[in-house]
């Protein structure tokens, strides 16, 4: 089927704004993570979720950070006030289960830009 | 923690040439796997190449070689004959086998291949 889509493609907000970026995975994709790829700190691994559930938020950058996914499928990043620091490109991958052989499929990213 | 890097932000390679990218890790674990990612400017990160620790044969996927060498905890890629699609941004990544990871991927910092027609 089709492959992992994220939504917008690129997004300009102004400081302090909140916004969502979504994540439709592969259809049966039980995995799903979500990604920062920024200038200053390369690829970095925010939160990974299981079904509906995340068991670990740690990797959050900070509390203005938060996600959902339901019904086991598609994935929202919330990040609220944004900052400047926020502008990166966020990634989602997903895959038919978390670790193992099972490979990761990444989308095509959002591009976030902060000013 | 583990880490990975990637000592060469650039590289540039004749067409039809080969070149090798280095990466290398750190890691107390005794089985993981190993991976080489190709982002072009579409931004999709792209698999070329994976390996599995305990496996000693590098692995190999037509133009796409490794040189895994645990020891001393190194994995480069080798990309023989290359083509101007090679031309992207490739990230060597780690993944954890431990019974409590996420099996979320840890990347190097990327090197930047250029191809020269």
């Known amino acids: 089927g089709a492959g992992v889509s994220q939504s917008p493609s690129n997004k300009v907000t102004e400081k302090g704004k909140d916004v969502e970026l979504r994540c439709d995975p592969i259809s049966g994709h039980t995995a799903l993570y979500w990604y920062r790829q920024s200038l200053g700190q390369g690829l970095e691994f925010l939160i990974y979720f299981q079904g509906n559930s995340a068991p670990d938020k740690s990797g959050l950058p900070s509390d203005r950070f938060s996600a959902e996914r339901t019904g086991g499928s598609v994935s929202t990043l919330t990040i609220q006030r944004t900052q400047q620091e926020d502008s990166a490109v966020y990634l989602c991958a997903s895959s038919l289960a978390a670790g193992g052989p099972n490979e990761q499929f990444f989308g095509p990213g959002t591009r976030l830009t902060v000013l | 923690a583990q880490t990975v890097t990637q000592s060469q932000p650039e590289m540039s390679v004749q067409e039809a040439e080969t070149v090798t990218l280095s990466c290398t890790y750190d890691t107390s674990e005794s089985d993981y796997y190993l991976f080489w990612y190709k982002q072009p400017p579409s931004r999709q990160m792209i698999l070329v190449i994976r390996?599995?620790?305990?496996?000693?044969q590098n692995a190999t996927e037509n133009r796409f070689s490794v040189n895994f060498q645990k020891a001393a905890k190194s994995f480069s890629l080798k990309i023989s004959d290359s083509q101007l699609g090679d031309a992207a941004m490739y990230f060597c990544a780690y993944r954890s086998k431990s019974r409590g990871s996420q099996g979320n991927l840890i990347f190097g910092k990327g090197t930047k291949l250029s191809v020269k027609p």
């Open positions: 390996q599995e620790a305990y496996k000693q």
